[in-house]
């Protein structure tokens, strides 16, 4: 995405935060344009607290003295703002592409309402993946195995060459989507398994999604939700 596209997502989306607000932060990089703003706003006298879903969007909300809350602190979340991987028509959600998507779904759950932001590009007819899925080390050839056991192909995420880690500790395992009809009850076979945290199939789904179109912002409701739709 296009940075003047995210900065367009970051504003339309800070004027949904109120004073007093309970923010959940999400991460990635249109999160970060929109904690920019949200630092903006805070320098400007604005009131939130922020409740972090990685280390490094702690970084850069401390750098930003934006104050933050741990989730034991937080009496509740009103809002999270986060950004996704995909969504498809209805409004369900891939994420974890930044590998912070453990903590982007227990803030998620924990919050009274979700907005994400995505450009264009991420909205699909079907979710095609990569589906990512939180491991524990130990356990990835018996992960492995069983997904390759399905005719599914699995790469394991690195970074500079080295496997991936995530705040957490853990390892990610990208699924290849080609062959799964039903990305649902993948994820929640893939749950039952022993050694999977996590998967990137996000069950709780957003209230709104701000995109841009045609140059202008566009806040889309969920179909549960729609005639709450329109230009922002
Ligand atoms: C991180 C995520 C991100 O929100 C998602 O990958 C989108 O990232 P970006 O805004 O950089 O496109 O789920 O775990």
Redo the contacts with the bound molecule.
């Keep these: 995405?296009y940075e003047q596209e995210?900065k367009m997502l970051a504003e339309a989306a800070i004027k949904q935060v109120k004073n007093g607000m309970i923010l959940g932060l999400?991460?990635?990089?249109?999160?970060?344009s929109f904690i920019d703003a949200l630092g903006e706003w805070v320098k400007a006298g604005g009131e939130v607290q922020g409740v972090a879903?990685?280390n490094e969007t702690v970084e850069q909300a401390k750098r930003l003295n934006i104050p933050l809350l741990s989730l034991e602190e937080a009496t509740h979340i009103d809002l999270v703002i986060?950004?996704?991987?995909q969504i498809d028509p209805r409004f369900r959600v891939?994420?974890?592409?930044?590998?912070?998507?453990f903590r982007?779904k227990v803030v998620a759950l924990m919050s009274r309402e979700i907005l994400?932001?995505?450009?264009a590009s991420?909205f699909v007819h079907h979710l095609t993946g990569p589906l990512?899925v939180e491991i524990d080390a130990f356990a990835r050839p018996y992960v492995e195995r069983y997904l390759r056991d399905k005719q599914l192909d699995v790469t394991l995420r690195e970074h500079d060459g080295q496997p991936f880690v995530t705040d957490g500790g853990h390892l990610i395992l990208d699924v290849d989507l080609e062959r799964v009809q039903d990305v649902r009850h993948l994820a929640q076979e893939l749950k039952s398994l022993t050694g999977v945290l996590e998967t990137?199939y996000f069950e709780r789904q957003p209230d709104h999604v701000l995109t841009v179109e045609q140059g202008k912002v566009r806040q889309v409701a969920h179909p549960n939700l729609r005639d709450g739709g329109g230009l922002v």
Excluded: F, N, V
């Design positions: 995405m995210k999400g991460t990635g990089s249109t999160t970060r879903t990685s986060d950004g996704i991987d891939l994420k974890g592409g930044g590998g912070a998507l982007e994400y932001l995505a450009d991420k990512p990137g």
